[in-house]
Protein backbone atom coordinates (compact mmCIF):
# COMPACT_ATOMS: atom_id res chain seq x y z
CA UNK A 1 0.00 0.00 0.00
CA UNK A 2 1.18 3.22 -0.70
CA UNK A 3 0.85 5.36 2.38
CA UNK A 4 2.41 9.10 3.61
CA UNK A 5 4.96 8.99 7.01
CA UNK A 6 4.37 11.77 8.75
CA UNK A 7 7.44 11.53 10.77
CA UNK A 8 7.67 13.96 13.99
CA UNK A 9 11.03 12.97 15.62
CA UNK A 10 12.62 13.62 12.34
CA UNK A 11 10.27 16.42 11.30
CA UNK A 12 9.98 14.76 7.35
CA UNK A 13 7.28 13.06 5.58
CA UNK A 14 7.91 10.12 2.61
CA UNK A 15 6.29 8.00 0.93
CA UNK A 16 6.25 4.37 2.25
CA UNK A 17 4.84 1.10 1.54
CA UNK A 18 3.99 -0.76 4.75
CA UNK A 19 2.86 -4.36 3.83
CA UNK A 20 2.25 -5.75 7.42
CA UNK A 21 1.39 -4.86 11.11
CA UNK A 22 5.01 -5.23 11.46
CA UNK A 23 5.88 -2.18 9.09
CA UNK A 24 3.39 -0.46 10.86
CA UNK A 25 4.51 -0.73 14.74
CA UNK A 26 8.42 0.38 13.17
CA UNK A 27 7.53 3.04 10.94
CA UNK A 28 5.28 4.45 14.15
CA UNK A 29 7.42 3.65 16.54
CA UNK A 30 4.91 1.73 18.65
CA UNK A 31 3.78 -1.33 20.14
CA UNK A 32 -0.06 -0.43 19.38
CA UNK A 33 -1.75 0.64 16.58
CA UNK A 34 -4.89 2.49 15.66
CA UNK A 35 -6.28 2.91 12.58
CA UNK A 36 -9.16 5.74 12.15
CA UNK A 37 -10.73 7.96 9.10
CA UNK A 38 -10.38 11.54 9.59
CA UNK A 39 -11.23 14.60 7.51
CA UNK A 40 -8.11 16.32 6.35
CA UNK A 41 -9.12 19.49 4.06
CA UNK A 42 -12.33 18.33 2.67
CA UNK A 43 -11.24 14.36 1.99
CA UNK A 44 -11.44 11.51 3.88
CA UNK A 45 -8.27 9.62 4.61
CA UNK A 46 -7.14 6.45 7.02
CA UNK A 47 -4.83 7.22 9.70
CA UNK A 48 -2.72 4.86 11.22
CA UNK A 49 -1.26 6.10 14.31
CA UNK A 50 0.24 5.38 17.77
CA UNK A 51 -2.87 4.51 20.40
CA UNK A 52 -1.10 4.71 23.25
CA UNK A 53 1.10 7.83 21.85
CA UNK A 54 -0.37 10.52 24.40
CA UNK A 55 0.84 8.25 27.63
CA UNK A 56 4.58 8.72 27.14
CA UNK A 57 6.65 12.00 28.32
CA UNK A 58 6.54 14.59 26.00
CA UNK A 59 4.49 13.66 23.40
CA UNK A 60 5.17 15.41 20.19
CA UNK A 61 2.00 17.18 18.86
CA UNK A 62 1.36 15.55 14.89
CA UNK A 63 -2.12 16.86 13.80
CA UNK A 64 -4.50 19.40 14.96
CA UNK A 65 -7.75 20.31 14.49
CA UNK A 66 -8.96 23.55 12.23
CA UNK A 67 -9.32 25.50 15.42
CA UNK A 68 -5.91 24.09 17.06
CA UNK A 69 -6.85 20.97 19.22
CA UNK A 70 -4.52 18.20 19.25
CA UNK A 71 -5.87 15.00 17.37
CA UNK A 72 -3.14 12.85 17.15
CA UNK A 73 0.77 12.87 18.17
CA UNK A 74 3.72 10.82 17.18
CA UNK A 75 4.09 9.22 14.11
CA UNK A 76 1.43 8.90 11.46
CA UNK A 77 0.50 6.84 8.38
CA UNK A 78 -2.16 8.06 5.92
CA UNK A 79 -3.57 5.83 3.20
CA UNK A 80 -6.22 5.68 0.97
CA UNK A 81 -9.98 4.45 2.97
CA UNK A 82 -10.13 0.42 3.22
CA UNK A 83 -12.21 -0.93 0.28
CA UNK A 84 -14.93 -3.66 0.27
CA UNK A 85 -12.73 -6.21 1.39
CA UNK A 86 -11.48 -3.81 4.07
CA UNK A 87 -8.07 -3.23 3.10
CA UNK A 88 -6.08 -0.28 2.62
CA UNK A 89 -6.16 1.25 -0.14
CA UNK A 90 -3.33 3.20 -1.97
CA UNK A 91 -2.51 7.39 -1.86
CA UNK A 92 -2.41 8.66 -5.48
CA UNK A 93 0.31 11.37 -6.18
CA UNK A 94 -2.75 13.66 -6.55
CA UNK A 95 -3.63 12.79 -2.63
CA UNK A 96 0.24 12.74 -1.64
CA UNK A 97 0.34 16.48 -2.79
CA UNK A 98 -2.99 17.00 -1.61
CA UNK A 99 -1.46 16.04 2.43
CA UNK A 100 1.56 17.54 2.08
CA UNK A 101 -0.47 21.07 1.47
CA UNK A 102 -1.22 20.75 4.85
CA UNK A 103 1.36 19.99 6.36
CA UNK A 104 3.17 22.52 8.23
CA UNK A 105 5.95 23.66 10.80
CA UNK A 106 4.21 24.77 13.78
CA UNK A 107 5.73 25.42 16.92
CA UNK A 108 4.06 24.58 20.55
CA UNK A 109 4.23 26.60 24.51
CA UNK A 110 6.55 23.56 25.17
CA UNK A 111 8.58 23.31 22.25
CA UNK A 112 8.72 27.01 21.37
CA UNK A 113 12.77 26.90 20.28
CA UNK A 114 12.01 23.92 18.11
CA UNK A 115 9.22 23.44 15.11
CA UNK A 116 7.73 20.39 14.70
CA UNK A 117 5.78 19.10 11.59
CA UNK A 118 2.18 18.94 12.01
CA UNK A 119 -0.71 17.87 10.08
CA UNK A 120 -3.51 20.59 9.84
CA UNK A 121 -7.01 21.09 9.28
CA UNK A 122 -7.72 17.48 10.41
CA UNK A 123 -11.11 16.74 11.61
CA UNK A 124 -13.49 14.04 12.77
Known amino acids: MKALLLDTINKSTRV ?16 WVEIVT ?3 GRKYYDVICDEEGTFVDDPLISAIDDIGRVMFVGNLIICGQVNEDGENTDLTANDIRYIK ?15 LLMLTNCNY
Request: aromatic fraction near 8%; glycine fraction near 2%; charge should be neutral.
Open 16 to 31: VNPESLEDYYNLIGCN
Open 38 to 40: RRI
Open 101 to 115: KRIQPMYTIKHQDEQ
